[in-house]
């Protein structure tokens, strides 16, 4: 079971057992609100063990959960799964090097960078935060302090590599994946990280480097989908056709009333039919009698 602010009921996630030396101090995770990388809107992710990680929630129609001698009325679930806090963290030190045309930006300390105004939640990944953003950032020490600032060619072979792990990894979860062409896998590999990343400037400069127009690709992949869907008649025009169904339609529609007319007279011929013999059934018995 969790808890996090603004949410008074109880709600079933299933995480990794967080280790009694998490940050709360009572052996539970801990609830953090955050800023989404792509579309900046406030979303809940769960620190726990080091690693932080975001939830994917999932519910039927109907259903609760007995935890014990609680009902749990929602039966939603929620399954935390990890995230690389390069993604989370990438938008916050970009807006943080203030760049400028012409040079590559300000170096900053990290306490300075994560301090994010209404997401304070971003102070809880320091430990975190120092250890990943070495991969895309340049670091200089003046004495015990460290000052980090984001390097544009760093997050690209970052995001290079992302791709590469990602083209590896999609067969092996899905042997569809496996008879897809390059272009095609390289097309859905972009647009996984693309749920991660703003269009302006990584996922541009992502495409530019491997040299993909993802619109150019999309509706390749969609033309060549309605391939094997088939198409109208070549010597009748869409008015033509329009008209024709519309009378098959009438057509069809007068023969099932003239089919159901037909039943109905049919019908009823025989509850008469049946009424006859009854009265005389009966008044043959009489006469029997």
């Not at 980090?148 to 590896?168: E, G, I, P, T």
């Not at 092996?172 to 095609?184: F, H, I, P, R, V």
């Not at 993802?214 to 056709?241: I, N, V």
């Amino acid at each position: 079971m969790a808890r996090w602010d603004g949410i008074e009921e109880t709600r079933l996630l299933i995480a990794p057992a967080p280790a009694p030396t998490t940050a709360t101090g009572n052996g539970e995770g801990l609830m953090l609100s955050l800023r989404h990388p792509k579309s900046g809107n406030q979303t809940c992710y769960f620190l726990n063990n080091g690693s932080i990680q975001e939830l994917h929630w999932f519910k039927q129609s109907y259903g609760s959960w007995f935890l014990g001698d609680y009902v749990c009325e929602d039966g939603g679930l929620y399954i935390a799964t990890p995230i690389d806090p390069v993604f989370l963290l990438l938008p916050i030190f970009e807006e943080a090097r203030m760049k400028n045309e012409g040079d590559q930006g300000k170096f900053r300390q990290l306490d300075e960078i994560l301090f994010v105004n209404t997401y304070p939640g971003f102070q809880h990944l320091l430990s975190i935060a120092e250890d990943s953003m070495q991969i895309v950032c340049e670091m200089k020490e003046v004495g015990s302090s460290k000052f980090f600032r984001l390097n544009d060619s760093k997050v690209l072979a970052w995001l290079c590599h992302k791709v590469h792990q990602l083209k590896m990894t999609l067969p092996t979860l899905d042997k569809n994946y496996g008879a897809q062409n390059e272009k095609d896998m390289l097309t859905e590999v972009v647009s996984i990280l693309g749920e991660y990343l703003k269009e302006e400037p990584w996922l541009n400069l992502l495409c530019s480097h491997l040299k993909l127009d993802r619109q150019q690709e999309a509706s390749r992949q969609a033309a060549h989908s309605h391939e094997f869907l088939p198409g109208p008649l070549e010597s009748t025009s869409f008015d033509q056709a329009k008209s024709g169904s519309n009378k098959k339609a009438s057509s069809n529609k007068g023969k099932e009333t003239n089919k159901k007319k037909m039943k109905t007279e049919t019908n009823s011929q025989d509850i008469k039919d049946m009424f006859r013999r009854a009265t005389r059934s009966s008044s043959s018995s009489s006469q029997a009698k």
